[in-house]
Each structure stands twice: as C-alpha cells, then as structure tokens.
C-alpha cells in the first residue's frame, strides 16, 4: 500500500533554516509528481511546492526564493529546504501524491518558527 512519511519538522526562530523529508513506499516513486502542501491552524491546506517525476519544480508565491523541492529517486525521498523561515510559515507541513486520480497524504510534520 502506499505510504507516505514526513519527518525534519520543529521549532526554529525566524530567519533560520529546517529540511523536510518524505519517504515513500509501496508504488514506482520514480514515475510520480510530488507535492508538499501546509496548513495553518485554522486556514486550508494550501499548497507549497512541486516536482513532477522529470523534476521540473513550482513553488508558491509566498515561498519562492526561499524553499526548495528535490528529489532522490534512489532512495524514494522528496524533500523541501525552507531557509529564511518567518512566523507565516508556521504550520503543519504534508507531502502528497497523486496516483489513478487517488490523492494519498502523510501524517504530517509540524513546523513551528518562533518570532
């Protein structure tokens, strides 16, 4: 079955820097976009980065310049590097795909960037 598992969240002050992974399993990683997404408490889940499966990469307006998305197919891992972190991205952080038009989310990471 498909799983998905974030790690690399936690509590950072403004202005420094966390990685995020999310290791995959149980289908050809390879061949498959990979989204991260965030939500807030109380807000929706918004998206915050792509990489399709030939690693062409989309960010959100509010990240560019400051996250970046990547990808080892070797070891089924998509991460997102989040430098320069602000209040605003506190929240919690899911990573996602897409699979015969099934979406299938991690649990979770929380990230928290005290001010």
């Known amino acids: 079955q498909v799983q998905l598992v974030e790690s690399g969240g936690g509590l950072v002050q403004a202005g420094g820097s966390l990685r995020l992974s999310c290791v995959a399993s149980?289908?050809?990683?390879?061949?498959?976009?990979m989204r991260w997404y965030r939500q807030a408490p109380g807000k929706q889940r918004d998206m915050v980065a792509s990489?399709?499966?030939?690693?062409?990469?989309n960010y959100a307006d509010s990240v560019k310049g400051r996250f970046t998305i990547s990808r080892d197919n070797a070891k089924n891992t998509v991460y997102l590097q989040m430098n320069s972190l602000e209040s605003e991205d506190t929240a919690v952080y899911y990573c996602?795909?897409?699979?015969?038009?099934?979406?299938?989310w991690g649990q979770g990471t929380q990230v928290t960037v005290s001010s």
């Open positions: 990489i399709a499966y030939y690693s062409s990469t």
């Open positions: 149980g289908f050809t990683f390879s061949m498959y976009s």
């Open positions: 996602k795909t897409r699979i015969r038009s099934v979406d299938y």
